[in-house]
């Protein structure tokens, strides 16, 4: 059984004012993670153990210890804010709005294809053999709606009217 298991002893060390503070900081949280964290030390601080915090919260109990230490040695609710990182860097940087506008207006059949307009798996090969740049087709799809192109099938029409065409429409 761990120290905290009655949440006795982590709940002794929390203040009225910091079961106020906790509360009123869930109630104004907008991130999951966030409201998260918040409400796991708060279940400690009104006595649960954290073993039952983090059951409740559906993370493991050292994760919910930790943010009750950190919680515990500011006495702030900030310090349970994610702070921010750099996350996973954009594979197709390098394809701007004006790339990608030069490649659109290219004709395909200019560039050795066998289509007369683009499509997103045609766009991303071409810009993989002739710009270097990797994306995939669902990237390609996401940066080309941010530049605000739209995709319209395209409509064929005759160049030449036929000669006979109202003596066949019954005219």
């Known amino acids: 059984m761990d120290q905290d298991a009655d949440g006795g002893a982590a709940a002794r060390r929390f203040t009225r004012a910091d079961r106020r503070r906790l509360g009123l900081a869930l109630a104004a949280a907008r991130l999951a993670r966030d409201y998260r964290r918040l409400d796991a030390v ?85 810009l993989a053999a002739h710009d270097g740049i990797d994306i995939s087709q669902r990237t390609l799809r996401r940066r080309l709606h941010e530049a605000g192109w739209r995709w319209k099938r395209p409509r064929y029409v005759f160049s030449e009217r036929e000669v006979h065409l109202a003596q066949k429409k019954g005219a």
């Open 42 to 126: 708060l279940l400690v601080a009104e006595g649960h153990a954290i073993s039952e915090a983090a059951r409740r919260v559906r993370v493991a109990r050292l994760s919910v210890r930790r943010w009750v230490e950190r919680y515990l040695q500011e006495r702030d609710v900030s310090a349970l804010v994610d702070q921010p990182r750099s996350g996973r860097p954009r594979r197709a940087a390098r394809l701007t709005a004006k790339r990608l506008a030069a490649a659109m207006a290219r004709d395909p059949r200019r560039c050795g294809y066998l289509a007369t307009t683009w499509t997103v798996p045609l766009l991303a090969h071409y």
